[in-house]
T-cell receptor, first 112, second 114 residues
Framework: DAGITQSPRHKVTETGTPVTLRCHQT?????MYWYRQDPGHGLRLIHY???????DKGEVSDGYSVSRSKTEDFLLTLESATSSQTSVYFCAISPGPTGELFFGEGSRLTVL | GENVEQHPSTLSVQEGDSAVIKCTYS??????FPWYKQELGKRPQLIIDIRSNVGEKKDQRIAVTLNKTAKHFSLHITETQPEDSAVYFC?????????????FGTGTRLKVLA
């Protein structure tokens, strides 16, 4: 498996609290992605990064922000969590924009 | 932006039969079309991909076809086995104004009945 880890793997939080998910890679890949997975919706792109400090919005970016201050880390922040953000979040990495995505193990977030 | 539609959402086949999953995409700039398999409780993993300069690609029991004119691509699994049971996702990636978005379809749950 590619060197990609997500933390935390499981989190339960309350509505209105801030939450940060971390994606860490040891592959030196340029592209990093955050997806959420919900039944019936598949994998939806939240934000992605194509280099340090270079990020762009995906399909469902409202309520989420990201930061990438170094190659190996891509942070996803929910400024004020809502119940609709209860989901499984996957980070993925890729050496280029058109190639295999290597996924992390996922982070299950429950917002009460 | 890019939109990828995938059908069917569920598919049940008898062991040994073939399975076909179809996807359509909207962005004509897309040029890379991968397929991922996700087993229960696991992360998605690439099983096959195709680029826009190729019409068909085969790897043992799985094959992918691409029709760029119609903007659709399909996954074909022959001689299905119980271990093929999983959720399959298609995706499309391409550049619009210099940045790339990697967009997935909504997934197909394949059940292979023994």
């Amino acid at each position: 498996d590619a060197g990609i880890t997500q933390s935390p793997r499981h989190k339960v939080t309350e509505t209105g609290t801030p939450v940060t998910l971390r994606c860490h890679q040891t592959e030196n890949h340029r592209y990093m992605y955050w997806y959420r997975q919900d039944p019936g919706h598949g994998l939806r792109l939240i934000h992605y990064s194509y280099g340090v400090k270079d990020t762009d919005k995906g399909e469902v970016s409202d309520g989420y922000s990201v930061s990438r201050s170094k190659t190996e880390d891509f942070l996803l922040t929910l400024e004020s969590a809502t119940s609709s953000q209860t989901s499984v979040y996957f980070c993925a990495i890729s050496p280029g924009p058109t190639g295999e995505l290597f996924f992390g193990e996922g982070s299950r977030l429950t917002v009460l | 932006g890019e939109n990828v539609e995938q059908h069917p959402s569920t598919l049940s086949v008898q062991e040994g039969d073939s399975a076909v999953i179809k996807c359509t995409y909207s962005d004509s700039a897309s040029n890379y079309f991968p397929w991922y398999k996700q087993e229960l409780g696991k992360r998605p993993q690439l099983i096959i991909d195709i680029r826009s300069n190729v019409g068909e690609k085969k790897d043992q029991r799985i094959a992918v076809t691409l029709n760029k004119t119609a903007k659709h691509f399909s996954l074909h699994i022959t001689e299905t086995q119980p271990e093929d049971s999983a959720v399959y996702f298609c995706a499309a990636s391409g550049s619009t104004s210099g940045t790339y978005k990697y967009i997935f379809g909504t997934g197909t749950r394949l059940k292979v009945l023994a």
